[in-house]
């Protein structure tokens, strides 16, 4: 018979599957260690000549931006935040680790992005905490701010408009999409066994 047919028939077990493996990501999200975030932006204002367009302005901006967004990521930018007067955040949790785990680790916990069309930067933090995160935030808006003119060049004026701001709850991990994963990873892999190996004993 043909693997349509095996579908419908085990449908209920397709869907058995799907609902224990979303209980499961579900359960094992509760268990694995929360994260907050801080978010914050910084405008960047280009000291362009007067002959430049807004418009224009906006956009070589957005370009630094984006250049200083991927600097953020690298091991030099990192040091500055650590020796940052500002860097109160727990620093335990960067110390003994190989410095590809630190680089990952950096890499996942401190993030920024230039907001679309705009000349803002969107920094975001993650910590254990809601107060780590917003320490944690403030000392790499603080070397944004502070040694930027080092990597993008002293025709950009950086100025922070929205100051670290933690979240209400844990956003890592997100327990929601993980559970909607879990459902259909679980229907896919069910499904395909059942098509599989279930369609050679339909209305047996």
Same mark, same amino acid.
Not at 8 to 15: A, D, E, G, P, T
Not at 19 to 35: C, D, E, R, Y
Not at 118 to 139: G, Y
């Given at each position: 018979?043909?693997?349509?047919?095996?579908?419908?028939?085990?449908?209920?077990?397709?869907?058995?599957?799907?609902?224990?493996?979303?209980l499961l990501t579900g359960v094992a999200?509760?268990?694995?260690?929360?994260?907050?975030?801080?978010?914050?932006?910084?405008?960047?204002?280009?000291?362009?000549?007067?002959?430049?367009?807004?418009?224009?302005?906006?956009?070589?901006?957005?370009?630094?931006?984006?250049?200083?967004?991927?600097?953020?990521?690298?091991?030099?930018?990192?040091?500055?935040?650590?020796?940052?007067?500002?860097?109160?955040?727990?620093?335990?949790?960067?110390?003994?680790?190989?410095?590809?785990?630190?680089?990952?680790?950096?890499?996942?916990?401190?993030?920024?992005?230039? !907001?679309? $069309? +705009?000349? #803002?930067? @969107?920094?975001?933090?993650?910590?254990?905490?809601? &107060?780590?995160? %917003?320490? /944690?935030?403030?000392?790499?808006?603080?070397?944004?701010?502070?040694?930027?003119?080092?990597?993008?060049?002293?025709?950009?004026?950086?100025? !922070?408009? $929205? +100051?670290? #701001?933690? @979240?209400?709850?844990?956003?890592?991990?997100?327990? &929601?999409?993980? %559970?909607? /994963?879990?459902?259909?990873?679980?229907?896919?892999?069910?499904?395909?066994?059942?098509?599989?190996?279930?369609?050679?004993?339909?209305?047996?």
């Amino acid at each position: 018979m043909s693997s349509v047919q095996a579908l419908v028939k085990y449908s209920r077990l397709i869907l058995v599957w799907g609902i224990l493996l979303a209980l499961l990501t579900g359960v094992a999200s509760l268990v694995w260690p929360k994260q907050y975030s801080a978010t914050s932006q910084v405008l960047l204002i280009s000291r362009a000549g007067s002959g430049i367009d807004p418009y224009t302005q906006a956009r070589s901006a957005g370009q630094i931006g984006n250049n200083l967004s991927e600097v953020m990521k690298t091991t030099d930018f990192y040091n500055k935040v650590f020796v940052s007067e500002s860097a109160t955040f727990d620093k335990s949790l960067w110390q003994n680790l190989t410095d590809r785990i630190q680089r990952k680790r950096w890499q996942k916990n401190v993030q920024a992005s230039m !907001v679309y $069309n +705009t000349s #803002l930067m @969107s920094i975001a933090a993650f910590s254990n905490t809601p &107060i780590d995160a %917003v320490a /944690l935030n403030q000392a790499v808006v603080d070397t944004v701010v502070g040694h930027g003119w080092e990597y993008i060049g002293g025709d950009v004026t950086l100025k !922070v408009v $929205n +100051t670290p #701001l933690a @979240s209400r709850f844990p956003v890592r991990p997100n327990i &929601i999409l993980n %559970v909607i /994963l879990g459902f259909a990873l679980g229907i896919l892999l069910s499904g395909l066994w059942v098509a599989k190996y279930k369609q050679h004993t339909l209305f047996n």
